[in-house]
């Protein structure tokens, strides 16, 4: 008997190689949980009935481009579309034998810190059904949680593989800019989007990264990327630890996180680590709005391409070719991506494209050089991923300005290109609470180690207690 | 601050190519007014003598070999076209903004 709500990556390749479980049980296993529990939570928006290989089974956020399999971006516009390439981590993927179990659900154009934004329905938090899972890759990060993939991948523009791991209880990593393709991927905003891991362990995150990391000669943004060592080590003893005040003591952090983000801080002291305070005292204060200026602007170039005339819906009531462009993205976007296509517009049109997107990109400057600082003296930032625990369904869908600040702690990192490392450091009123561990661009490996040595110690069960 | 006002808005969607419903006009005016208020903090800050950032990492030109690759079909490349005519997509006659 297959227990999907607990075995890792790491243990289902083990049981493979000792042949003491077929590749195919295994996806079995998985497709009867997602039967069993997906009529609930509504992680995928569709599952695969097979899929080629012989590894471990992995879940895709509905953004990454698979071949011969629908992906929608959680938007109408895109309904009935089926790519005919693969993009290039669905294609690293497949290369190393893994099998797809469907696609994750997602805010509509990875747009939202909730996944309420899908134009197919929420997902909800297997903590609490009634909470959301974070967004906007909640499929992803509700599925490994619920025990409906082992591992998964997201996509990260301003929180969107972090904040959701930090809601479900599960690890996910958004990689510094440029170390994973994304061609074949739905762009949001070019400048910032990643995709990123997402699994029940630092190590299974770890060794997913290696799978999707490095060059790719389709996605000229790539670097070439240091080879990832899995972590083993449970001490920290050498590693300097950064405690920004800003990003700790924000009036919007509830006691709960706050309280365990303390505790895993003084874990890390415990554990030999040299903790000291620093200060990014713009970062925060101006990060939501120079990324709520940034990222509209690229999505309203990007989404320029939902014409009606190469792929996606088209309206069936045009008069005209430009009655036909602008009814069918009346009709096909929803609110939130009209919203950003609007904002976008407006910032770079001519006149107010100075005062909004140049002035947001100086800002962006000061945001990169005040963490550059900061590691001058630290190796590692830690800070809570989200300001709350799980919140309600519904609680901050009316007000898009609340639901943008879900994003306050994770954004500013998001905006210097640095890599971040989700862990699951407790619990606040029976949710999970998440740490993030930020660091220099390319430091994967410093995260990996700091977030196992701090899992070891943590010893948080990812199971939601609902479920146990 | 400018206030986006009703024109403005229904100029700015028509340089998007989204024609908007009179009620989701409304509701979208004001959210976008709130939105803008919250991020117009940005220009709180002088920054005169500083550069502006395109993209976080050190950008170097990438060069590759100019060499033929395969590429898509046309049968692929016309797989999702909602309208298609032969070899070609289809779309209904021009108009004007």
């Known amino acids: 008997m297959i227990d999907t709500l607990r075995l890792t990556a790491e243990a289902a390749s083990r049981l493979l190689d000792a042949k003491e479980v077929s590749s195919d049980e295994l996806f079995a296993a998985y497709l009867a949980a997602i039967g069993e529990r997906d009529a609930e939570l509504h992680c995928y928006l569709h599952v695969c009935d097979d899929s080629p290989g012989d590894g471990i089974p992995i879940a895709l956020k509905d953004v990454i481009g698979t071949k011969g399999i629908p992906t929608t971006a959680g938007s109408r516009i895109l309904e009935g579309y089926v790519p005919v390439y693969d993009s290039t981590v669905a294609k690293r993927c497949k290369e190393r034998g893994l099998r797809f179990l469907g696609k994750t659900n997602t805010d509509e154009f990875a747009m939202g810190s909730s996944t309420e934004n899908s134009a197919y329905g929420p997902t909800h938090n297997p903590w609490d059904p009634a909470r959301v899972p974070g967004g906007s890759g909640g499929g992803s990060a509700a599925a490994v949680s619920a025990g409906l993939a082992p591992w998964a991948l997201g996509s990260d523009t301003g929180g969107s593989i972090k904040q959701p791991s930090a809601l479900c209880g599960n690890v996910g990593l958004r990689p510094t800019y440029g170390t994973v393709s994304r061609y074949g991927i739905v762009a949001f905003a070019s400048s910032l989007d990643q995709v990123g891991p997402v699994a029940r362990t630092v190590r299974d995150c770890a060794f997913l990264y290696s799978v999707i990391a490095g060059r790719d000669h389709c996605d000229t943004t790539t670097v070439d990327v240091p080879e990832v060592v899995l972590p083993v080590g449970e001490r920290l003893e050498g590693v300097r630890v950064g405690v920004p005040r800003e990003l700790n003591e924000h009036e919007a952090i509830e006691p709960g996180v706050r309280d365990a983000v303390l505790r895993a801080i003084e874990l890390c002291r415990q554990l030999g680590a040299e903790v000291g305070e620093c200060s990014l005292p713009r970062s925060v204060d101006y990060g939501l709005p120079c990324y709520y200026l940034i990222a509209p602007a690229e999505a309203s170039s990007n989404l320029a391409r939902y014409d009606g005339v190469r792929f996606g819906y088209r309206t069936p009531h045009a008069q005209d070719r430009l009655d036909m462009y602008k009814r069918t993205r009346d009709e096909g976007f929803g609110d939130e991506p009209k919203r950003r296509i609007l904002i976008g517009t407006y910032a770079l049109s001519a006149g107010y494209y100075d005062a909004y997107y140049g002035q947001a990109q100086k800002v962006r400057t000061v945001i990169a050089r005040e963490h550059a600082d900061a590691f001058e003296r630290f190796d590692v930032l830690v800070t809570p991923t989200s300001p709350t625990v799980a919140f309600e369904l519904g609680g901050r869908t009316a007000d898009p300005l609340a639901m943008y600040a879900s994003d306050l702690l994770t954004i500013p990192s998001c905006m210097a290109g640095l890599p971040g ?19 220099p661009q390319l430091a994967e490996n410093l995260l990996f180690r700091v977030g196992h040595a701090l899992e070891q110690a943590i010893g948080f069960d990812t199971v939601p207690e609902r479920l146990r | 601050m400018t206030e986006i006002s009703r024109e403005l808005l229904l100029h700015v969607a028509n340089l998007a190519r989204l024609e908007l419903r009179d009620a989701e006009l409304v509701r979208l005016q004001s959210q976008l007014n709130d939105i803008l208020g919250a991020v117009s903090k940005v220009s709180e800050l002088d920054l005169t003598d500083v550069p502006a950032t395109s993209h976080p990492l050190d ?36 108009g004007s903004s």
């Open chain 1, 421 to 439: 490392l989700n862990i699951p450091c407790g619990l606040s009123d029976g949710l999970p609470v998440g740490l993030q561990l930020i660091g």
């Open chain 2, 59 to 94: 950008l170097v030109n990438v060069w590759d070999e100019d060499q033929p690759r395969a590429c898509l079909s046309v049968e692929d490349a016309l797989a999702n076209a909602p309208e298609r005519d032969g070899d070609y997509f289809k779309v209904p006659p021009g």
